[in-house]
């Protein structure tokens, strides 16, 4: 063989080697990663605490679900941490909880724990159950067979359960049947309800028939919150109507209502309002507004009119959050859902604690303040605390759960091109890419590990794509003999 032949044969094969080897180091850190990672303890961290907490901060994480299939790496688990951001005890979902969501101290030491069970071929069943985390013991259980993935019940009037039922899609009648009702114990029956469709007029965009976008009917209003705010009135919180709403019991009318459908200046799907009176008596609501990536508060003012009076956070500081509670001192307890933690921050958005719990947490309690909606009058507004504004975020340890990095690749993109031409197109490309990746991530790779696997995934397909072009005579030539 000639020297140029040699160097002919060779250079192909060269580069085949270099984008070999970039592949495989691409993809080597996070293969490391999947083989020796299993979810422990471990992965609970403290980030910044200037200030311990007052008591036990209880935790329930959500973990990770798709196609009905829980990711036993990504795992759901109520998790206490002590005022200095130690976890005292973990409380694993296992085969009787799939994901876990809304938790509420009740009887001084007790949890009323909110969850749903997978159940192959079937809906998800809600099961609730009252919980001692000093006897890591059940007391009691009930099972809603015909409620699906409830996201909120609590206990009322002694022993009957407040049950948000969303995903309540009827195919027979072909309506929607979302709603909400109070089911009490001692008699085993359902007491009271309230029916979404009977009282509201949001039938547009689902064409009349109450169902979801996609025609399925499955998730219409997404009511993700309901609490008792006073004798005879719930607080709820319709996520897919962009608003939240007092309803009457006796005469089932909405007595008050915050926000509207697609006004998403004032709320965009928002979660887990909590309601306020300020000294004055002025109506005041917190909600995290989740996708706005912010925590706002308004009051409503005497010509009726809702006022934003506090905004903390921002796309550049949280990722869909999904809790948010006043604290006696004046602080505001969040869940910062897809950054996998919880902080306590002050009026002026500065972190003074932190914790870090992967995967997906989904509500905080103060375990000796007992149930928020309970409380209410105990906690003070920013009106209150002369403290009203736009607030960002500041002193957070900003950690990946796991992994000790502190820089995010979409928060690098956004700040490696702000001040370009480009800089409007990237953003929007970086945050995007934070909504995303979160769900698709494994909690085992750091943000940079995943995007080196995802551009090893897209070197790899070009590099097939590129041998396909560069052997296409002989390709073609190979097809026409086994034709012929």
Do not use: C
């Not at 993809?27 to 083989?35: D, W």
């Not at 422990?40 to 200030?51: P, Y």
């Amino acid at each position: 063989m000639s020297n140029e032949s040699k160097t002919r044969f060779s250079r192909p094969w060269l580069v085949r080697a270099v984008v070999f080897v970039v592949i495989v180091s691409l993809f080597a850190p996070s293969a490391v990663s999947a083989l020796t990672y299993e979810p422990s303890d471990t992965d609970l961290q403290k980030g910044t605490i200037e200030s311990p907490a007052g008591g036990t901060t209880v935790i329930s994480i959500q973990g990770f679900k798709f196609q009905g299939q829980a990711n036993g790496k990504k795992p759901a688990r109520l998790v206490g941490v002590g005022p200095r951001g130690d976890v005292q005890w973990v409380h694993n979902g296992g085969e009787s909880i799939t994901w876990f969501y809304d938790v509420d101290p009740i009887n001084g030491s007790n949890l009323l724990v909110t969850g749903t069970k997978h159940v192959a071929g079937q809906k998800d069943p809600t099961v609730v159950y009252e919980y001692n985390p000093e006897t890591d013991e059940k007391l009691w259980t009930e099972t809603f067979e015909s409620a699906h993935d409830t996201h909120d019940v609590d206990l009322i009037n002694g022993d009957q359960l407040l049950v948000a039922n969303m995903r309540n899609y009827n195919p027979e009648k072909e309506v929607n049947e979302d709603r909400i009702f109070i089911y009490d114990r001692g008699t085993n029956e359902v007491v009271w309800e309230w029916q979404f469709r009977n009282h509201t007029d949001w039938t547009k965009k689902q064409g009349g028939t109450y169902a979801a976008e996609d025609g399925s009917g499955d998730d219409w209003t997404h009511v993700n919150d309901v609490d008792k705010i006073a004798e005879g009135q719930y607080l709820i919180s319709p996520r897919n109507f962009d608003q939240v709403m007092v309803i009457n019991r006796s005469t089932k009318d909405i007595d008050m209502r915050l926000g509207s459908d697609n006004n998403y200046d004032v709320m965009n799907e928002q979660h887990n309002p909590t309601y306020m009176e300020s000294d004055n008596g002025t109506p005041t609501i917190l909600v995290a507004d989740s996708h706005g990536d912010r925590v706002v508060e308004y009051a409503k003012r005497g010509d009726g009119d809702w006022e934003q009076t506090w905004q903390v956070g921002s796309q550049q500081s949280f990722n869909w959050p999904r809790d948010a509670d006043r604290l006696p001192n004046g602080n505001t307890l969040i869940v910062d859902s897809n950054n996998h933690r919880v902080v306590e921050v002050n009026t002026e958005g500065e972190v003074v604690w932190e914790f870090y719990a992967p995967w997906a947490p989904y509500d905080v309690e103060r375990m000796h303040l007992g149930d928020e909606a309970m409380s209410a009058d105990d906690r003070p507004t920013m009106a209150d605390q002369n403290a009203e504004g736009e607030y960002p975020i500041t002193g957070s340890a900003g950690l990946t759960p796991g992994t000790g990095q502190k820089l995010t690749f979409s928060q690098w993109l956004t700040a490696a091109f702000a001040g370009t031409p480009i800089a409007e197109p990237m953003g929007k490309f970086a945050t995007q890419w934070s909504k995303i990746a979160p769900w698709v991530r494994p909690v085992w790779m750091g943000p940079w590990d995943f995007v080196g696997a995802v551009a090893g995934g897209l070197l790899l397909v070009g590099w097939i794509l590129g041998e396909l072009l560069y052997n296409r005579k002989r390709i073609s030539s190979g097809v026409r003999r086994r034709i012929a």
